[in-house]
């Protein structure tokens, strides 16, 4: 099969979007400072402190922290609320723990995981409040939407029973929230009521988002001025960043209308597939924007997806030995989803 004359359908990441026009836009007018100058717990950069204004409102907090990064945000987040060394609930497979190693790494913070089973990132309660009756956790992470669960959700009542143990053990509760506005978009409830429950939330300007750079960490005031220096702590302070800050006021404000048309292609394409005979689908956790697919082929995910670009020119991201994931994200249409659809079916059809 010839795939040239093909356009390149890139399904790995929403990491991938790129920032708006109106984003270049209020980047290059935006006016600056040095946010790494302090006054009274808010830097000299009128953009980065209006970027924070906003967040703190779209998420419900008392404020907000402009981190260059999500693994920099929920490593903040963790140094702020556990002592070095202390343990923490994660599930194991949580971003927080899989792709974020630093946090877990003895010589750095040495936190220590505590493994609670999780069905698509909903804890046992049973098990979770037995844990914390131990008295020797000091934080319970949770992710909404669950990365590796398929970018499935948590409800505010899956949030508030996590939320309702942790609080009668007096220990504090951080969301990894890389995509919360897919969630809450997915849900139908504003992001406020999500996160309500939560001490700590971080937010991905950077991935559906559509800024090119950036996160977002929110919580109480007191939070978020310790938050600030461990940010300095780890270099994370920067200076005229208004120029980064001045996207991300255009991706609260504007992009997160939209995520919902990602979440409704994201279905639409794995309807689309689910009588593909190589591919395994759980159409139950394809509740946001991303679709993952277990292969059922000799082929490893790496194999198929260097093959399926090769010869198709559609992109996918594996995930694992036999697993590939596909992300919508702005500037993926829904022809480009019907394209995509329509070559891996050939693909598959011609193994
Ligand atoms: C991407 C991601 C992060 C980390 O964000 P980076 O900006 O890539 O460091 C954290 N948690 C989840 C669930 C993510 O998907």
């Known amino acids: 099969m010839s795939s040239s004359g093909l356009d390149v359908i890139d399904l790995r990441s ?63 987040a963790l140094m702020v609320h556990a002592p070095r060394g202390s343990s923490i609930v994660v599930d194991n497979e949580a971003h927080v723990y899989r792709m974020e190693k630093g946090n877990f790494v003895e010589g750095l913070h040495g936190f220590k995981p505590v493994f609670v089973p999780a069905r698509k990132g909903f804890y046992d309660l049973d098990v979770l409040d037995r844990f914390l009756s ?20 948590l409800s505010p009542e899956q949030t508030e029973a996590i939320s309702d143990i942790c609080a009668r053990h007096e220990v504090p509760l951080h969301l990894d929230g890389a995509r ?4 809450a978009a997915a849900l139908g409830v504003n992001a ?15 991935k559906g988002l559509c800024a090119p750079v ?5 919580g109480t005031r007191d939070f978020i001025r310790s938050a600030r220096g461990k940010r300095k702590l780890l270099g994370g302070q920067m200076r005229q960043v208004g120029v980064l800050a001045a996207a991300g006021i255009v991706a609260l404000e504007k992009m997160t209308l939209r995520v919902q048309d ?32 277990t292969l059922k082929t000799q082929l490893t995910a790496e194999q198929f997806a260097s093959r399926l670009c090769d ?19 702005n500037g993926i249409s829904k022809m480009d989803i019907e394209s995509a659809a329509g070559r891996i079916k050939s693909f598959c059809n011609a193994l």
């Open 214 to 218: 950036g996160s977002m960490l929110a």
């Open 14 to 76: 929403d990491t991938l979007s790129l920032p708006t026009s109106e984003m270049l836009s209020a980047m290059a007018h935006a006016e600056l400072g040095d946010d790494g100058r302090d006054v009274s717990g808010k830097g000299e950069d009128p953009t980065v402190n209006r970027l924070e204004e906003v967040a703190a409102r779209r998420l419900g907090k008392e404020d907000a922290l402009f981190v260059p990064s999500g693994t920099m945000g929920n490593m903040i």
């Open 192 to 206: 406020p009521d999500l996160v309500r429950r939560v001490d700590s939330v971080m937010v991905c300007l950077s």
């Open 262 to 293: 990602d979440n409704v292609l994201a279905r639409m394409l794995a309807e689309s597939l689910a009588d593909v005979d190589y591919f395994d689908i759980d159409i139950g956790t394809v509740q946001t924007n991303m679709v993952r697919v």
């Open 180 to 183: 919360v506005f897919h969630a």
């Open 311 to 329: 010869e198709y020119r559609v992109k996918v991201g594996p995930v694992s030995q036999d697993m590939f994931r596909m992300v919508v994200y």
């Open 134 to 153: 131990c008295g020797h956790v000091s934080l319970v992470c949770i992710e909404n939407t669950h990365n590796f669960a398929g970018g499935a959700v």
